[in-house]
């Protein structure tokens, strides 16, 4: 029993040693365990001289310096943060960079097209003074000098005999013609001509319009495209501070390589977005330059026009029937209308004044001048005025189905521009809406971060909200101010530099009516309902 119960204890005491000696390895563990914070630091520090490749491989052209810990602190205010909203709105008082009008008036002077107007609508209204210069008298000098192989013949000029010949007569005479009545022929000749000159010139205003839109077009991409550039550009300096400080977390042991990864990867995608608008941006450059001459390098806009009020926009659509292609098919169709009553009075009889006045005239004669009144009317022509009747009224007919489907184009273009323009201020009211939340939002996360209850990604998710909100009302604003002068382009009232370019399309307008010169044109063509 002694010797039993002797080996029983010894067990149970080398059991309760060895219970010991784990209890003072849990122990010591326990220990290590609540070593200070820097002992762990120093230990990953090591950990990272082992790895030392790990936050360096961002890109290279975007490697920052040894950080000096730039803080959080330092981005841009709340109140900073929404006076910087738009980008280009710093460039409305700089007086190197040029507006919208000004472009415009640069365009018009170099462009080919107004000028080939010009000299269409010059030529035009030569073929009215030709058309005119039928109702005086013409006056002509003539010279005649006659051979004949008999003699006793009595030479007759004008219907009038003027002496006897010996084989030989010549005379000098001044003679004349005088229309006295066409059946209208030639005054609606002229009020064709006159007609289609001024169709010519509302053609040369509706290209003045076109041209605008063309230059606005242009000039509002390159401005959304600069102020996309200027916005990732700010975007770009906040993401490298960004980096900076999850570089330094990364140093200290309090962020993972995949965060320094990740604000490095939205850094390249930043700068790589930058560089496809400096493309696009040089790209509308180059387009302008094509307009204005001036070359890319000296091409520095600023947006100087206010949103018009609803009243002004109601006024604008409200002329939709006054607008120059409109108007210039209308003079189309009545210069057609006159032409068919040119053809018309074919079927009528002329009657012309002639004279002569001798001069000299060999042999002698008792004649000194003679005047004739003569009539013409045609009986038979073989259907040939009533073939031409008949096109010209086929032509009438096209014409009027010219200006309604012109008409209905036209209303149709008007309501899309109305429709996109409403949908582009829409959507940038929205966007300022969005803007300012983002700004709310991206100001409370590093607010939050700064006493240390956010992570630094969840600031980088705000950044990228607060930023891309900013660029899509930069860039649909852009889009509103393109679709309103569209629309007041589809009106047909766009705002003309036409007395600044050079080209008086002012006083043509003024003087190529078909109700005379020095009256205004008055086109009773009212809006499409």
Request: net charge neutral.
């Given at each position: ?264 990867a939205n850094l390249a995608a930043a700068v790589a977005a930058r560089e496809g608008y400096v493309g696009l941006m040089n790209q509308y450059k180059a387009v302008l330059n094509y307009y204005l001459g001036i070359g890319p390098e000296r091409i520095d806009l600023k947006e100087s026009q206010a949103f018009p009020g609803p009243q002004t926009l109601e006024d604008y659509l409200a002329h939709v029937g006054?607008?120059p292609d409109i108007l210039a098919q209308v003079q189309l169709l009545r210069s057609q209308k006159a032409t068919l009553a040119v053809a018309i009075g074919e079927f009528g009889p002329r009657t012309a004044l002639t004279g002569t006045y001798f001069l000299s005239h060999q042999p002698d004669s008792p004649v000194v001048w003679n005047t004739n009144i003569v009539t013409t009317m045609p009986l038979f ?149």
């Amino acid at each position: 029993m002694n010797a039993s119960g002797g080996g029983s204890i010894g067990l149970w005491r080398g059991a309760k040693q060895k219970r010991e000696k784990q209890a003072l390895g849990v122990g010591a563990l326990c220990l290590l365990s609540l070593l200070p914070w820097p002992v762990l630091a120093q230990s990953q520090e090591k950990a990272e001289h082992e790895r030392p490749g790990w936050p360096l491989r961002a890109l290279p052209a975007q490697a920052q310096p040894e950080p000096g810990r730039p803080a959080v602190s330092n981005m841009p205010s709340f109140d900073m943060l929404l006076q910087a909203v738009s980008p280009i709105a710093a460039k409305r008082e700089d007086p190197k960079a040029i507006d919208l009008s000004e472009c415009y008036r640069l365009a018009a002077i170099r462009w080919d097209q107004l000028k080939i107007d010009d000299q269409t609508v010059r030529a035009q209204q030569a073929v009215v003074a030709q058309a005119q210069s039928a109702f005086a008298p013409q006056f002509s000098w003539q010279n005649e000098q006659s051979f004949q192989n008999t003699t006793g013949v009595i030479p007759v000029v004008g219907g009038v005999a003027v002496g006897q010949s010996g084989g030989y007569f010549s005379f000098n005479s001044i003679n004349s013609t005088w229309l006295l009545f066409d059946s209208m022929r030639q005054q609606n000749r002229v009020a064709a001509a006159r007609a289609t000159a001024s169709a010519q010139t509302y053609t040369m205003a509706w290209d003045y319009q076109n041209l605008y839109l063309n230059v606005a077009q242009g000039f509002y991409q390159e401005l959304n495209y600069e102020g996309s550039v200027r916005i990732l550009e700010d975007q770009i300096a906040i993401l490298r501070d960004l980096v900076n400080e999850l570089q330094y977390r990364f140093k200290v042991g309090r962020s993972r390589p995949a965060d320094v990864f990740q604000g490095q990867a939205n850094l390249a995608a930043a700068v790589a977005a930058r560089e496809g608008y400096v493309g696009l941006m040089n790209q509308y450059k180059a387009v302008l330059n094509y307009y204005l001459g001036i070359g890319p390098e000296r091409i520095d806009l600023k947006e100087s026009q206010a949103f018009p009020g609803p009243q002004t926009l109601e006024d604008y659509l409200a002329h939709v029937g006054s607008r120059p292609d409109i108007l210039a098919q209308v003079q189309l169709l009545r210069s057609q209308k006159a032409t068919l009553a040119v053809a018309i009075g074919e079927f009528g009889p002329r009657t012309a004044l002639t004279g002569t006045y001798f001069l000299s005239h060999q042999p002698d004669s008792p004649v000194v001048w003679n005047t004739n009144i003569v009539t013409t009317m045609p009986l038979f022509t073989g259907g040939l005025y009533t073939g031409y009747v008949r096109q010209e009224r086929a032509l009438v007919h096209s014409a009027e189905l010219q200006v309604e489907n012109l008409k209905r184009t036209a209303d149709q273009s008007l309501r899309i521009a109305f429709a996109l323009f409403n949908a582009a201020v829409g959507q940038v009211l929205q966007y300022r809406e969005q803007v300012e939340v983002a700004a709310l939002y991206f100001a409370a996360q590093r607010h939050d971060f700064q006493r240390g209850v956010a992570q630094l990604l969840d600031v980088l998710v705000a950044l990228n909200t607060y930023q891309q909100a900013r660029l899509s009302l930069h860039q649909n604003e852009m889009n509103a101010r393109y679709q309103l002068v569209n629309l007041f382009v589809q009106a047909g009232l766009a705002e003309g530099n036409w007395n600044r370019t050079g080209l008086p399309l002012h006083d043509m307008l003024q003087t190529s009516s078909p109700s005379g010169p020095g009256v205004p044109p008055v086109m009773p063509v009212s809006a499409p309902q």
